[in-house]
C-alpha cells in the first residue's frame, strides 16, 4: 500500500495556512493530489467478543462477566476547499454484559453525532477536530444523558518522508480526566512496514501488497455512559443515575483483505487485558483479570 507514504509525502506537499484563518499551519508548497482521491462515504461495522473472566474482589461477591462490542456508523465528507473536509455523520454503539448477576449494568450504549472538520490526503486525515455529540445511557435517553466527547489532533515531519509526529489531545464533559493527552510517532520503515505509536491505537502493521494488511495492535478504549440504578454487593457501589466511565484495554493481531472493493474485512483476536466499570464520582471501580477477544469488521469506502 504504497498510498499510505504518499499521504505522509502529500501532507506537507500542501498549504493548509489558506484552507482555514488561525488552523495549524505548515510550511509547504501546493499539492498536485486530486480531493477526488479521497472517498465520500465510510460505512463501519465492528463486532468484538470478550470471553468471560472473574472480577478482581476480595469476597467473589461481583462473580465473572464477558462482553460483546457492536458499533456501527456511516460519515459523508463535504468537500470545503483543496484537501480540507467537513465530515458528518452518525454512530451508533453498545456493550453488553453476561456472566454473574452482580448488579452491573448488563449493557450501555450511545447514538451520537459524528462532526468532524479534517485536512485529508489519500483518505488519511492528517489533522483534524472533531465532536461527537448525543446521550450515552444505559436504558432511557433523557437530557441528563447528554454529552459531548470532542478530540484535537496534528501531524508534522520529524524526518522527511520517514518519521512523523502526532500531537492530539481529548476529552468530554463526563470522563476522568475531563482533558487526557494522546498522540506518539509514525515511522515508515519501508514501503512495506511501518510503525504507528500513537495511543490511544498503537500498531506495527505489514502490508505485503495492495490487498492484504496485518497488524500487532493494542486498544486503549474508554467511554462514559450515564446509568440507571446500580445496586451491587459492594456498599459504596450503590448508586442511582451516575456517570460509569467503561473501559476496555487490549492487545492482539489481526488480518485485513480489501480485495472485495470496495470493502475491507477484518479478522483478529488477543487478549483484552483489564475492563474496568469506574463510578469515577462515587471513588468506586470494579475490573475484570485477563481474558481473550475475537474481533470482526467491515469498512466501506465510496
Do not use: C
Not at 452491573?104 to 450504549?109: G, T, V
Not at 486498544?219 to 442511582?240: A, G
Not at 489481526?254 to 483476536?269: C, V, W
Amino acid at each position: 500500500m504504497k498510498n499510505i507514504r504518499l499521504f505522509f509525502i502529500s501532507l506537507f506537499l500542501t498549504a493548509a495556512a489558506s484552507a482555514i484563518a488561525g488552523a495549524p499551519t505548515y510550511e509547504v508548497q501546493p499539492s498536485p493530489t486530486p480531493a477526488d482521491e479521497n472517498h465520500r462515504d465510510l460505512f463501519d461495522y465492528e463486532l468484538d467478543y470478550t470471553f468471560s473472566s472473574n472480577f478482581y474482589d476480595v469476597h467473589g461477591d461481583f462473580g465473572h462477566g464477558d462482553s460483546i462490542y457492536n458499533d456501527f456508523s456511516y460519515a459523508h465528507r463535504f468537500l470545503i476547499k483543496g484537501n480540507w473536509y467537513f465530515r458528518a455523520g452518525v454512530e451508533y454503539e453498545r456493550f453488553d454484559f453476561g456472566g454473574t448477576d452482580n448488579g452491573l449494568p448488563d449493557h450501555l450504549q450511545t447514538v451520537h453525532a459524528l462532526l468532524a472538520l479534517e485536512y485529508v490526503v489519500h483518505d488519511h486525515a492528517g489533522m483534524g477536530i472533531e465532536i461527537d455529540p448525543g446521550p450515552y445511557f444505559q436504558n432511557d435517553i433523557r437530557g441528563d444523558t447528554i454529552d459531548i466527547p470532542w478530540k484535537v489532533f496534528v501531524t508534522f515531519p520529524l524526518k522527511k518522508d520517514k518519521i512523523f509526529a502526532v500531537i492530539g489531545v481529548g476529552g468530554a464533559i463526563n470522563q476522568s480526566p475531563v482533558v487526557a493527552p494522546g498522540g506518539g510517532i509514525i515511522w515508515l520503515f519501508s514501503d512495506h512496514l511501518r510503525l504507528e505509536g500513537v495511543v490511544p491505537k498503537p500498531a506495527l502493521v505489514y502490508y505485503p501488497n495492495d490487498d492484504w494488511e496485518f497488524r500487532i495492535f493494542g486498544n486503549i478504549f474508554y467511554e462514559s455512559y450515564r446509568t440507571d440504578d446500580v445496586i451491587t454487593p459492594e456498599r459504596k457501589l450503590q448508586v442511582h443515575n451516575a456517570w460509569v466511565q467503561y473501559s476496555e484495554d487490549r492487545v492482539g493481531i489481526q488480518a485485513s483483505y480489501s480485495g472485495f472493493k470496495p470493502f475491507e474485512i477484518t479478522l483478529g483476536g488477543g487478549v483484552t487485558v483489564r475492563r474496568d466499570f469506574d463510578f469515577f464520582r462515587a471513588e468506586a471501580s470494579v475490573k475484570t483479570r485477563p481474558a481473550p477477544f475475537v474481533k470482526f469488521e467491515v469498512v466501506a469506502k465510496f
